[in-house]
Structures are given as structure tokens and as C-alpha cells.
């Protein structure tokens, strides 16, 4: 009886690698997004880009299948780091993904670079992150701020403009977008003469539309998103300046807001990593599985959750399933060239995008490409040391 015990627990042990092996725990995706408020839209066309990929590897990433944990973290800064925290203490997440505004990711930024926990930044473009908080567990699959800034002043001084207004958010976002545009745009020759903004999320734009008007530049660069760009752009036509001083923008202006916008963005000019016009096979084929999926068409948001959940797939399929060989994952991302929608790209010493940057002009309900405003654009990086 004795050594027929003994022997099933023989069997047991030996079964037990081949048990576990069969039952790979899944890989826990902490979702870090905005649900609610002026960034909804982004955030749920991030996820709908990330489930898509996983959904094209049949569910699973380097063979193991993924859970998600999902928090709303509303844009809010001043919630950010307790809802992160959560995510990594309380679900014990494998990798945290996310977000959208530029303040709650530097929290992340933050407290994935204490937990030495795996942060892919889908969206915010917060210079910090990629810059003096950048680490070897930080990757970015989307833009820094500094990136479609300078792209457009670069646009804007060529195009001969002497004089510009900027307008945007009081926020690391707007104020990083500006200084962006505005470095390009004085080296080209331009000045800009009044730096205007007002507090995240507001949208209350007729005082700082009155003051543009008085100004007379030849030029507005401006930085908003979501719902914000939505009533900035339709504010700007009623209040008769789009007939007088032309409005140039960081692409997110009118990325996923068109068809709120209608006629008011027709013809705006804009500078972003993606368009709706690129006419190539893989952006084709990611379209069509996009609009089949979710019934809609996708926009830059979506393809940057789409590449984020690629990026996860390139750093563990050097690892085998393996997310705590965190070097090995790196490595691997560091010398990977990502087959994205926008085009292939790769990432800088600091993990951001080296990725052209496309002139779009408004046409209709899309954002066409009419040339490339920056090829190739690297983020400098400043403060980062690894
Ligand atoms: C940001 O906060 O970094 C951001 C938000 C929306 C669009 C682009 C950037």
C-alpha cells in the first residue's frame, strides 16, 4: 500500500512540469485608460487597437493568453499614481499599458520605473517619459510631444509665415507641442509673438479667440485632442478666423474628430506619424480588419494600441512567454523594426519612435497625406541616460 503511495506521487511530480507547462499562466495586461471625459474616445479606440493584434495571434502573445485589468483613470493626475499603484500591487499585472494625457503617464512613467514593472506608452507623449524618467522597462509605441510640434514648424516657416500665435492647453502636453513647433519655427526664420492657453480640460475658447484676432499673426499652431479639438476647431470657424489666419496643428486635432467637425476642419493642414490616405498593403489590410471588427474606422490612437501590443509581442517572443527576462525584452525592442500601420519604425536609445512624420490636409472625412513633413524624425531625448 506504502509503495503504491510512493509511487503516485512519483507519477504526480513527474506529470506536474507537463501540467504546467500545458497551463501557462496568462500574461496580466494592466489597461491604464481614459473611460470618461474628453479623452474617452481615445482610450477605448487604444484598446480596441490592442485587442485587435491579440485577436489577429489567436487570442495569445508568444503563446500565452492575456488577461486583461482595466482601470478608467478619467485624465485625472491627481488620481494617477493610486490607480498605477493598484495595478501593480493589488492585481499584480505583468505589464502595464497606457495612457492617454501626458500627466497620468508620467505617474506610470514613475512608478513603473520604481517596480521595475513593463510600461508600453500607447499614447501621451509626455517629452519626461522618453526623456529624464526614461528606463530600460519604458517603451513608447506612439509619439513624444516635441515630435509633430517641430515637424509643423518646420511646415510652417517654410511656408513662408513670419509671425505665429500658439494656443493650446496648460498642460505638459500643450506646453511641450509648442516648444516643439516653436524651436522649428524660430530656426526657419519665424517668431512666435504670444503663447496662449488655459487649464486641462476646458474649453472655453472666446476670450483667447478675441485676443488672437487683435494679434493678427499669420499664423495659430495649436495642440488639442479629443473632445477639446472638436469645439476648438468648430469655435475658430464661427468665430470668422479661419477665413483670415490660417490654423496649422499636432495631427490629433483632427484625428478622430472629423466627422464631429464637418465642414469647419475641411482644409486644415496638420503634421502626425499616421494618416488616412497611406495607400500601403499593411495599413490596407489593418484598416479593413479594424472596420470589420469594431464597425468604425481607425484612427491614430487605435494603430498606436495595435503597435503596442506588437511591441509586447517582439519583446516576448525573445523571451518565450518569459516576462520577467526584462534585459532580454529590452534587447529584443531595441533592434526590432515594428511593422506598423503608419509605416515601419523603430525606437531611439531613449525607446520612442523614430517615425516620419505626415503633412495631412483635411479633405472631406479624412486626413489626407499630402508629403512627409519630417522624415524619419527622432526624438533628441534630452535627460535621458541608460
Ligand atoms: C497627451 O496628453 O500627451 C496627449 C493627449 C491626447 C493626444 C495627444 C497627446
Not at 39 to 64: D, P, S, W
Not at 239 to 254: D, E, N, Q, R, V
Amino acid at each position: 500500500m506504502k509503495m503504491y503511495r510512493t509511487t503516485l506521487v512519483a507519477l504526480a511530480a513527474l506529470c506536474a512540469p507537463v501540467a504546467m507547462a500545458q497551463t501557462a499562466p496568462k500574461i496580466k495586461v494592466g489597461l491604464m485608460l481614459p473611460a470618461t471625459g474628453t479623452f474617452a474616445a481615445l482610450g477605448t479606440a487604444i484598446e480596441n487597437g490592442f485587442r485587435l493584434y491579440v485577436a489577429e495571434q489567436g487570442g495569445k502573445i508568444a503563446g500565452r493568453e492575456i488577461e486583461y485589468v482595466k482601470v478608467d483613470d478619467e485624465s485625472d493626475p491627481a488620481k494617477a499614481a493610486d490607480n498605477v499603484n493598484k495595478l501593480i500591487k493589488r492585481d499584480n499585472v505583468d505589464v502595464l499599458v497606457g495612457t492617454v494625457h501626458s500627466g497620468v503617464a508620467m505617474a506610470m512613467a514613475k512608478a513603473a520605473k520604481d517596480s521595475g514593472t513593463l510600461l508600453i506608452v500607447p499614447n501621451a507623449g509626455a517629452d519626461a517619459v522618453t526623456g529624464p524618467m526614461c528606463s530600460p522597462n519604458i517603451f513608447r509605441s506612439s509619439f513624444s510631444n516635441w515630435q509633430p510640434g517641430y515637424a509643423m514648424g518646420e511646415v510652417v516657416a517654410k511656408k513662408g509665415h513670419k509671425k505665429a500665435v500658439t494656443i493650446t492647453w496648460k498642460y505638459a502636453a500643450g506646453d511641450e507641442s509648442v516648444r516643439g513647433f516653436k524651436e522649428a519655427f524660430e530656426k526657419g526664420g519665424g517668431q512666435v509673438v504670444k503663447e496662449l492657453s488655459l487649464p486641462f480640460p476646458n474649453v472655453e475658447f472666446q476670450a483667447l479667440l478675441t485676443e488672437i484676432a487683435a494679434a493678427k499673426p499669420d499664423a495659430v499652431y495649436t495642440f488639442f485632442a479629443g473632445g477639446g479639438a472638436v469645439k476648438f476647431v468648430k469655435d475658430y470657424a464661427a468665430a470668422g478666423l479661419k477665413k483670415s489666419i490660417p490654423l496649422y496643428g499636432a495631427g490629433f486635432l483632427t484625428d478622430g474628430t472629423l466627422e464631429a467637425q464637418g465642414a469647419d476642419a475641411d482644409g486644415l493642414l496638420t503634421a502626425l506619424h499616421y494618416a488616412d490616405s497611406l495607400n500601403s498593403p499593411r495599413d490596407a489590410a489593418f484598416r479593413l480588419a479594424y472596420a470589420k471588427a469594431y464597425k468604425l474606422q481607425p484612427d491614430v490612437y487605435a494603430v498606436q494600441g495595435y503597435d503596442a501590443a506588437q511591441m509586447l509581442g517582439i519583446g516576448l517572443a525573445a523571451t518565450k512567454g518569459d516576462i520577467s527576462k526584462k534585459n532580454e525584452i529590452a534587447e529584443a525592442l531595441r533592434k526590432a523594426k515594428i511593422d506598423s500601420p503608419r509605416g515601419a519604425f523603430t525606437l531611439g536609445k531613449s525607446h520612442n519612435p523614430v517615425q516620419d512624420m505626415y503633412l495631412r490636409e483635411v479633405s472631406g472625412k479624412e486626413n489626407k497625406m499630402v508629403g512627409i513633413a519630417s522624415k524619419a524624425l527622432a526624438d533628441p531625448g534630452r535627460g535621458c541616460k541608460m
